[in-house]
């Protein structure tokens, strides 16, 4: 998933009735995808049902549509005995190699698509995963292969007879310099002549689709007291209007959506059709990460749903009417995401299978029906004191190893856990690493570290320590 580079907006309540359209994208190629909605399917769990489990439970929930994170050749064969449309990824990692030669791209079109399709119903090839989120002088190069990479895996489809698979690449909203409000949206410049460009030609060359991971999740937590929860889960009676354009919003999706077009027709580029390659929202997190919950989780993708498999389709204030096909993340809580503790609760579904709530993806079930899911205490920010311990049951080796990344960083980290100091006793790997995850989250929390350590610590709002040894804390 996910970039976190934060999409920062501001909410702001207004009203109008004026309507402004940009471009009107032929809405008849890709309606019936449009109507489907489809799932993110991500592995990066030690816990998750095999992909023959994983496919009849996508089939079980009604989605449309399966978006791989790779192309898996096992997955693929299980996809072949079913009606689900697929999309399959080229690792980034890749990028470079096929945009500097043909003959790399027909090999890997050949090995992971010509060896599943057509019983396999591969619908879009994705180029790289939010490639432009990252900056180093590597990703860089792998910028300027992108849309290369992308000709050449269209040509090895053309040149076998193939033209109902569509090539695109997923980006975050994080390639906008300026969002807010959506008529004032913008590309970043350095990006714009050597990859935007280029790729809103070969996209509108191609009829394929611009596809953008959208989470509202991440601009309303940047201030959830000010922003309104309800816009985002398309609650809200009030609106937003964009002075400039006279458009009326009525939820923040569509405002992030149109930003992204405002920022192509900018480029000469009004008729690109969007595609939602990712969206929803966490249904759990660390602790200061306010409204990830169940309830909000639901909320949000009961009503995405509802408006994604409108009939007719109700577009964007922007364009009214053009149907977006849109991928729900994500269908597993993903134990092994490191990052905060939203990286691992995405998912409609457990790893056991089981719903962590009702969902209905035909869109036909009225959101109302699905029953009543319990009212979160984190829609505002928690205020307190929060330490990060050991999770309960990990293994003794596991425990040491991250207590010993912990304790090198600084000398002062784990002074106290000295033979003889304050919090020596009880001489346990288990409270040893409690310490030491608290003490070093609190001194480098700063510097962006978080309390993971690779999956084996959690926070907690209750005081670890005792009379003799202080836990250090970190106070929100």
Known sequence: MASFALFLVTLIVLSSSCRYTIGSPNNKTFLSLASRIGINYGRLGNNLPSPYQSINLIKSIKA???????????TLMVLSQTNLYVTIMVPNNQIIPIGADQATADNWVKTNVLAHYPLTK???????NEILSNNSAHDKQVWVSLVPAMRKIVTSL???GIHNIKVGTPLAMDVLLT??????????EEIIAPVILPLLKFLNGTNSFFFLDVYPYFPWSTDPVNNHLDFALFQSNSTYTDLQTGLVYTNLLDQMLDSVIFAMTKLGYPNVRLAISETGWPNGGDIDETGANVLNAATYNRNLIKKMTANPPLGTPARPGSPIPTFLFSLFNENQKPGSGTERHWGILNPDGTQ????????TRPVSSNGSLPKPSNNVPFKGDVWCVAVEG??????????NFACGQSNATCAALAPGRECYAPVSITWHASYAFSSYW???RNQSSRCYFNGLGRETTTNPGNERCKFPSVTL
């Open 64 to 74: 449309g549509h399966v978006k791989l994170y790779d192309a898996d050749p096992e």
């Open 122 to 128: 591969i619908r879009f090839v994705l180029v790289g």
């Open 158 to 160: 053309r040149a076998r």
């Open 179 to 188: 969002s807010f409000p959506p008529s004032s949206g913008g590309f970043r």
């Open 356 to 363: 962590i709530y009702q969902i209905d993806f035909s869109g």
């Open 394 to 403: 990990a293994s003794e080796a596991e425990l040491e190893r991250e207590l």
């Open 442 to 444: 609190a001194e480098f």
